[in-house]
């Protein structure tokens, strides 16, 4: 009995709004605003904050940075990086993927955590006041 050789499905080259991954890279922030949703192109035409310009010259240099800045937009040139985003608490680190460009930072570091019930204890109802003690 002969195998047959199997293809292996090719993993469909990223695309945001019809632009690759290295057009998005070499694009100027003016043009990359233009294919954003309307509130990050809105931010990006009004200018970024000293902390926002600061974290990009960090990112840059470094390959992980820490961030308390989660309403900073994932740009093009953080691709690749790993980020430590403040979520309250500590810092969540996240690579960045391609997909997630033009989201926020914030929406990829949880601010709550799930509740895990544990099972009701001695006193949690007025039933088990009578339940006696082994």
Request: glycine share 8%; hydrophobic share 30%; net charge positive.
């Amino acid at each position: 009995m002969v195998k047959k050789d199997r293809k292996v499905p090719k993993r469909k080259e990223f695309t945001f709004r019809g632009y690759k991954q290295d057009e998005l890279q070499k694009m100027s922030l003016e043009t990359l605003s233009e294919i954003l949703p309307s509130r990050q192109r809105r931010k990006i035409k009004r200018g970024f904050k000293e902390e926002e310009k600061t974290f990009l010259k960090k990112i840059k240099e470094k390959e992980t940075t820490k961030t308390h800045l989660r309403n900073m937009i994932v740009l093009p040139l953080m691709i690749g990086k790993k980020v430590g985003i403040h979520n309250g608490k500590g810092f969540t680190f996240v690579e960045i993927q391609p997909e997630m460009v033009g989201h926020y930072l914030g929406e990829f570091a949880l601010t709550r955590k799930e509740v895990k019930h544990g099972s009701a204890g001695l006193g949690a109802t007025k039933s088990s006041k009578f339940i006696p003690l082994r």
